[in-house]
């Protein structure tokens, strides 16, 4: 049952885990954008490194979403313990969100997994 789910249905899982992520963020968050500041004509600072991170996340799930979705379309199977450890890690970048470098890292380690998951995709 669960490698059904992890192989065949890993679209649904992450679009229950991104619209997840919105609503606790949307609910318990307490972001303030204190950080822009305009300095000289039309150039703006944004000194608070969340909204990139934020960016660079919600960037990276809808990638993941889009591709998984293309799979499931195709009717093709992703790898087992790569969809696992891929599933893994997003959540460990939804705990570790508030630490930019650690947002960068996850995410590129996600990426990375998601493009070797794409390519060992079988029918």
């Known amino acids: 049952?669960?490698?059904?789910?992890?192989?065949?249905?890993?679209?649904?899982?992450?679009?229950?885990?991104?619209?997840?992520?919105?609503?606790?963020s949307y609910?318990?968050?307490d972001e303030q954008s204190y950080g822009?500041?305009?300095?000289?004509?039309?150039?703006?600072?944004?000194?608070n490194q969340?909204?990139?991170s934020a960016l660079?996340?919600?960037?990276s799930q809808i990638l993941f979403i889009i591709g998984y979705l293309i799979l499931f379309l195709l009717?093709?199977?992703t790898h087992y313990y790569l969809s696992i450890a891929?599933?893994?890690?997003?959540?460990?970048?939804?705990v570790f969100f508030e630490n930019?470098?650690?947002?960068?890292?996850l995410s590129a380690i996600s990426l990375f997994i998601f493009s070797i998951n794409i390519l060992k995709s079988y029918k």
């Open 75 to 77: 009717r093709r199977k």
């Open 1 to 24: 049952m669960l490698r059904k789910i992890f192989t065949q249905y890993l679209l649904f899982l992450l679009i229950f885990l991104f619209g997840l992520g919105f609503i606790l």
């Open 56 to 59: 660079i996340f919600t960037f």
């Open 100 to 105: 930019f470098i650690t947002t960068i890292v």
């Open 27 to 29: 609910l318990f968050g």
């Open 50 to 52: 969340v909204h990139y």
């Open 86 to 94: 891929h599933f893994e890690i997003i959540i460990l970048t939804l």
């Open 36 to 47: 822009v500041n305009k300095t000289v004509g039309w150039a703006y600072d944004i000194s």
